[in-house]
């Protein structure tokens, strides 16, 4: 398939440990570089993970929404614009079967990526995602309630 954006990385999402594959052009046409990081979720780690995508010239980011794991690292790639930041629905980029580890998801969607296979989810702009986290609150008290009474 043609490469339609040839410098990007994917991250393979969990609670305590992230896993970055990037994938930028090789020594030869045909070729490509693949470079593997796992790192820590601490907020610093995952600034010095923005600012060593940006340095390998990154322009692409893609990752799974994993409960709400995502979160932290998505607010990380998305304070700088150099990035585009992907958002997938785990559902719709599922690995093949075979053997699954964290290394093979976030080369997975890399390959996805670099080839224009992914679509981001819907991120609503932060006066709504506020609106739905209070509806989803009240919600959950009026159900609170009702199971109470």
């Not at 995952?46 to 390998?56: G, K, N, Y």
């Amino acid at each position: 398939m043609e490469i339609v954006y040839p410098r990007v990385a994917a991250i393979d999402v969990h609670k305590k440990q992230i896993t970055v594959a990037v994938r930028t052009p090789g020594e030869r046409a045909w070729q490509r570089r693949q470079q593997l990081r796992k790192l820590p979720t601490y907020y610093r780690s995952l600034r010095e993970m923005t600012a060593w995508l940006i340095e390998q010239g990154v322009t692409h980011v893609a990752m799974e929404a994993t409960g709400i794991y995502w979160k932290p690292v998505f607010h990380a790639l998305t304070e700088t614009d150099d990035l585009k930041v992907l958002l997938c629905n785990a559902h719709h980029v599922k690995n093949v079967p075979g053997r699954k580890t964290d290394a093979n998801d976030a080369v997975w969607l890399a390959e996805l990526c670099e080839v224009g296979l992914l679509r981001g989810s819907f991120i609503p702009p932060a006066d709504i995602a506020a609106i739905r986290e209070l509806t989803r609150y009240r919600k959950k008290l009026i159900e609170e309630r009702t199971r109470e009474t």
